[in-house]
Nanobody
Framework: QVQLVESGGGLVHPGGSLRLSCVASGFSLENYAVGWFRQAPGKERDWVACISSDGKNTNYEDSVKGRFTISRDNAKNTVYLQMNSLKPEDTAVYYC??????????????????WGRGTQATVSS
């Protein structure tokens, strides 16, 4: 079965950190660029970051630049999202997805597939 599974979410205080993981099964993730998206309650799902298949290129949404780091370990079929200096506005369900249709428009969810079910990250005092 082809799927992505996210984990690592939880409840943290403002300023805290979380490390999310996205593990692929049923296919080799190394063939794909991977993106992280998030959806806050009552809002649309937004792109957060992405990484090229070889890990050499990364891109970030402006509000997370300098705080979040995306990385990957193709030997483990896993992509990570290290989230530091977390803010209450980072509270959301975080999803990973593989860019199954290569595109320069890496922030557009239409080019992604094999979506996971998400992991909840809550930032609250």
């Amino acid at each position: 079965q082809v799927q992505l599974v996210e984990s690592g979410g939880g409840l943290v205080h403002p300023g805290g950190s979380l490390r999310l993981s996205c593990v692929a099964s049923g296919f080799s993730l190394e063939n794909y660029a991977v993106g992280w998206f998030r959806q806050a309650p009552g809002k649309e799902r937004d792109w957060v970051a992405c990484i090229s298949s070889d890990g050499k290129n990364t891109n970030y949404e402006d509000s997370v630049k300098g705080r979040f780091t995306i990385s990957r370990d193709n030997a483990k079929n896993t992509v990570y999202l290290q989230m530091n200096s977390l803010k209450p506005e980072d509270t959301a369900v975080y999803y990973c997805a593989a860019q199954i249709t290569p595109s320069v428009y890496y922030s557009r969810s239409v080019y992604y597939g094999y979506w996971g079910r998400g992991t909840q990250a809550t930032v609250s005092s």
